[in-house]
């Protein structure tokens, strides 16, 4: 199972949109409805932000924003704050009980 | 509150076994699924398995053979080996939370250990 595959990086001003893909086969991302996206920080365990692709656990910023077409899942994060400069993994549910994470995306905050 | 509390760092030998333990509380042990994730220096996380409330597996083709998860009802601890060491297996190792199918949120990792560093070194 190959990882999928995000940018190695965005950047963009406080306040502007970004969007960050994670693209993968129909036997991960195209094939369910069980892509999560993680937020991490260094040297702090990962962060859930989205799950069921687009749903956001309780207490989530809803700047942040899950979608899927086909074997690509996205997160948009509106109105960017410096908060949010981190590295962003999306992860999903393959076949046979396997999970397949993101080779991530670094935010950077100008 | 629900806390995943793991065992500290670890430095081994190449050849040699780790265990990793991740001891639970503040949820119902027996209903939860638990996952173990590593992170290596400079990469992105990495799934290594699953181990199912029943006590069933399922591991990474790549960890297939090499690790073990079993877990301890007694005590709500989660456990994990993994043998025949070598320096790529330097990381950190994380357990990881999964909701079952009766509540929201399957198929995603929504409680962390703080991670235990192993190092892997001559």
């Known amino acids: 199972q190959s990882a999928l595959t995000q940018p190695a990086s965005v950047s963009e001003s406080p306040g502007q949109s970004i969007t960050i893909s994670c693209t993968g086969t129909s036997s991960d991302v195209g094939g369910h409805k069980c892509v999560s996206w993680y937020q991490l920080y260094p040297g702090k365990a990962p962060k859930l932000i989205i799950f069921d692709v687009s749903k956001r656990p309780s207490g989530v910023s809803n700047r942040f924003s899950g979608s899927k077409s086909g074997n690509t899942a996205s997160l948009t994060i509106s109105g960017l704050q410096a908060e949010d400069e981190a590295d962003y993994y999306c992860c999903s549910y393959a076949s046979s009980y396997i999970y397949v994470f993101g080779t991530g995306t670094k935010v950077t905050v100008l | 509150q629900v806390q995943l509390v793991q065992s500290g760092a670890e430095v081994k030998m190449p050849g040699a076994s780790v265990q990793v333990s991740c001891k639970t509380s503040?949820?119902?042990?027996?209903?939860?699924?638990m996952h173990w994730v590593r992170q290596a220096p400079g990469q992105g996380p990495e799934w290594m398995g699953i181990?199912?409330?029943?006590?069933?597996?399922s591991y990474a083709p790549k960890f297939q053979g090499r690790v073990s998860m079993t877990r301890d009802t007694s005590t709500s601890t989660v456990y994990m080996d993994v043998r025949s060491l070598t320096s790529e297996d330097t990381a950190i190792y994380y357990c990881?939370?999964?909701?079952?199918?009766?509540?929201?949120?399957?198929?995603?990792?929504?409680?962390w250990g703080q991670g235990s560093l192993v190092t892997v070194s001559s």
């Open positions: 503040g949820y119902t042990f027996n209903t939860y699924y």
């Open positions: 990881a939370r999964e909701p079952p199918s009766s509540v929201e949120g399957q198929y995603s990792f929504d409680y």
């Open positions: 181990i199912y409330p029943s006590g069933t597996t």
